[in-house]
């Protein structure tokens, strides 16, 4: 058994202990007390808490790095993304692979020990295994003129099942309400309740273009669904926010994950809030695609659950969630560092389904991380959002 000690414990299960102590054993915390014993190893000037949850990331995408510069208009950045990404069809290339890697070993540096990740291509399942990164991968699905969704989520069902591995759970997930048709958003829900134990993802209410769209079926989503030979006359626009659009396909309840939420209104909040829905918020992504910044004190006021996510390194500049800590402190200076740190820890893992991560408690997996914090601070959650880099964070093991 190995026991430390340190200026501050936080175990995300109740009160900052300071100078307290956690032990450890075969990977769990046995212990978690507000003295030291003798045995314990002093770590110092620094805050133990639980490992970061990154909730949403695409990691397969991190190649992206630096080429798609901010815009003020989302569908420019879609547009600029489709075509890089024709440059690379190959999603084994050892350019995507190794960006991958590097992105996985950036997040793990600045204390990330969970993320939940996106991809089209499953090509980072055996990279987050390797890393022993613990993961619960998303495996996306677009086609908004499916006409055999049924086929589509079966062959992604034997996708999925062929990229788990132990830590790295692998589910399907729509993509967007402009991206995926009816049909397809039916055969995914019935997947996943064929699967009690997973969870799923879907991208809704990042963009005003997406409003425009379900609510009318025009705009910029349109034209591009035309353009690229995929519209069909079989949509009817619902006439409702995306919100009520996939609560009326009966899409929404708390496995799933509404992912940005930039343009939820009081009544999209009530509804996520009445199925027990976590809303992952990704603020510095957003605004880097021309979205805006997320109403985040809202979704506090309306006692929706959240986490964090940093998005694709084509919309933000690091995996370092600390840094998403820190711009959710300057959209959200009511809200307190206590909620935010809960939800890039507690509430990210529950959401991911992975209960035994995100608290210090005993019989809990010890993905445990130090950060330094100077001798003058006194309120050690407040500095904890301020921005965190990573030569300020260690693993405790």
């Known amino acids: 058994m190995k026991a430390y000690t340190a200026e501050w414990v936080l175990p995300m299960a109740g009160e900052p202990l300071h100078r307290g102590s956690i032990s450890i054993e075969n990977g769990r915390i046995v212990s978690v007390d507000e003295d030291a014993g003798a045995s314990a190893r002093d770590l110092g000037h620094v805050a133990i808490m639980p490992a970061l949850v990154n909730a949403h990331t695409h990691l ?15 569908l420019d950045w879609i547009r600029t993304i489709m075509a890089t990404r024709r440059h690379y069809p190959d999603a084994a290339d050892p350019r995507i692979i190794e960006a991958a890697r590097s992105a996985i070993a950036g997040a793990r540096a600045s204390g990330t020990g969970l993320v939940g990740d996106i991809s089209n291509t499953l ?31 079966r062959e992604g069902r034997a996708r999925a099942d062929a990229a ?19 049909g397809l958003f039916a055969a995914i829900r019935a997947d996943l309740d064929a699967h009690p134990g997973e969870v799923t993802s879907v991208h809704l209410g990042e963009s005003p273009e ?6 009318r079926g025009t705009g910029p989503w349109r034209t591009l669904l035309e353009e690229l030979g995929v519209w069909t006359d079989d949509w009817k626009p619902p006439g409702t926010s995306p919100v009520e659009y996939l609560e009326q396909l009966g899409f929404l309840d708390r496995r799933v994950l509404a992912v940005h ?32 910044a997320p109403p985040l004190e809202a979704f506090y006021a309306m006692d929706v659950n959240v986490a964090f996510g940093t998005d694709s390194l084509a919309s933000a500049p690091d995996v370092n969630l600390f840094s998403e800590l820190a711009e959710a402190r300057r959209l959200a200076p009511r809200v307190s560092a206590r909620a935010l740190l809960d939800s890039a820890t507690r509430q990210g893992a529950v959401a991911l389904g992975f209960e035994e991560f995100g608290t210090i408690e005993v019989g809990k997996r010890a993905q445990v991380i ?28």
């Open 261 to 292: 939420g930039v343009q939820f209104d009081g009544d999209d909040l009530r509804r996520l809030r009445s199925r027990g829905m976590t809303i992952v918020s990704c603020p510095r992504s957003n605004q880097h695609v021309g979205v805006g």
């Open 210 to 215: 997406e409003l425009e769209f379900v609510k």
């Open 164 to 182: 788990v591995a132990p830590d790295v759970r692998v589910s399907l997930a729509p993509h967007a309400p402009y991206s995926v048709s009816p």
């Open 123 to 153: 090509v980072t399942a055996p990279l987050l295994r390797e890393a022993s990164m613990p993961a619960h991968l998303f495996y996306e699905l677009l086609k908004f003129n499916a006409t055999d969704p049924e086929a589509l989520a």
């Open 60 to 74: 397969e995408l991190s190649y992206l790095h630096g080429r798609v510069a901010r815009t003020e208009a989302f």
């Open 370 to 397: 130090a950060v330094h914090v100077p001798a003058d601070v006194d309120d050690v959650e407040e500095y904890l959002v301020s921005g965190i880099t990573p030569p300020d964070v260690s693993w405790v093991s």
